[in-house]
């Protein structure tokens, strides 16, 4: 799989049509796009389009917010994988809710001794515009060890066995619309209850400068159900993220603390192996060291 270095900054005539503006009202982030979107559809759900980029390569968005661009979509996926699947030695049986373009899966599917992952996704138009112009990202869906359900990933934890999964991936998108389910106290009851003992979470925990509400209350949510000592914010940086700025959240059920537990030689050798673009032993480590602003705004 290759992937686009983004190229040096050209300065050609532009209409406004040929910008993609993500923004929270306050702050925006724009990037440029060649021609009409690729594809476009809006589903019973969202807006989903996928567009051709001048500096990241094609870009998909749900509702005019960025999902993920070829240039740098190995920084969310790997960090949303890879820290949980590093930290964990013995995740057979995951349940992936969202990650419709595929990312997610692709990466913990590196793993061989998975052995099953179930994956809810509740717009199969995200999966199909991914499957077409997304193929690096999206390049697992054919593998025999994915359970794909387009179906809706709050009813379906609902409903899920007790203690059945030994890692649960929320890959949301921000908490409107569909998503907006995936950020209740209610949900994460639900996680937990389908966790094994001993097993892990990460979740899309949002932006502190971005989303600093929903980043705060996320936070308090996740505390109330794992318990304090158990959840570890995370950060990583993701150039086509409004600030650039991004949060994961780690909570573990009894189970593995992501630094103490953390094997650094292992992880090394699975960043040379699988040559890694974003995540490594080292990042892995820094990753959990917060600004002072972003610990005030989760420990008060």
């Known amino acids: ?51 051709d980029t001048y500096s990241c390569g094609k870009m998909l968005t749900i509702d005019s917010m960025v999902m993920c661009t070829e240039w740098d979509e190995a920084a969310y996926h790997e960090m949303i994988a890879q820290v949980p699947m590093l930290t964990h030695p013995g995740v057979q049986d995951v349940l992936v809710i969202g990650a419709g373009d595929g990312g997610t899966i692709r990466e913990i599917l590196r793993h061989d001794h998975v052995q099953k992952i179930t994956m809810v996704e509740i717009d199969e138009a995200v999966i199909r515009a991914s499957q077409q112009f997304l193929p690096g990202i999206a390049s697992a869906f054919n593998n025999p060890k994915l359970d794909l359900r387009v179906d809706d990933g709050i009813k379906f934890v609902e409903n899920a066995t007790a203690e059945s999964y030994d890692l649960i991936v929320i890959d949301s998108s921000d908490p409107v619309g569909p998503s907006e389910g995936l950020f209740t106290k209610s949900f994460y009851e639900g996680v937990f209850r389908a966790l094994r003992p001993g ?56 189970g593995p603390h992501p630094l103490k537990d953390f094997d650094y030689a292992k992880a090394e050798q699975f960043t040379e192996a699988h040559c890694m673009r974003y995540y490594n032993a080292d990042v892995h480590q820094a990753a959990f060291c917060l600004p002072t602003y972003v610990r005030k705004m989760i420990n008060g």
């Open 1 to 51: 799989m290759t992937h686009p270095a983004a190229p040096e900054p050209t300065t050609p005539q532009s209409s406004p049509s040929e910008w993609l503006t993500d923004s929270n009202g306050q702050i925006a982030l724009s990037i440029r796009f060649q021609g009409k979107p690729l594809f476009q559809e809006k589903s019973p759900y969202q807006t989903v389009e996928v567009f």
């Open 199 to 254: 097993g892990v979470v990460t979740v899309q925990s949002e932006s502190p400068s971005f989303n600093p509400k929903a980043f705060t209350e996320l936070n308090l949510c996740l505390k109330a159900v794992f318990g304090s000592d158990s959840v570890h914010c995370y950060l990583l940086h993701i150039p086509t993220y409004p600030t650039g700025m991004w949060s994961l959240t780690y909570c573990a059920k009894q």
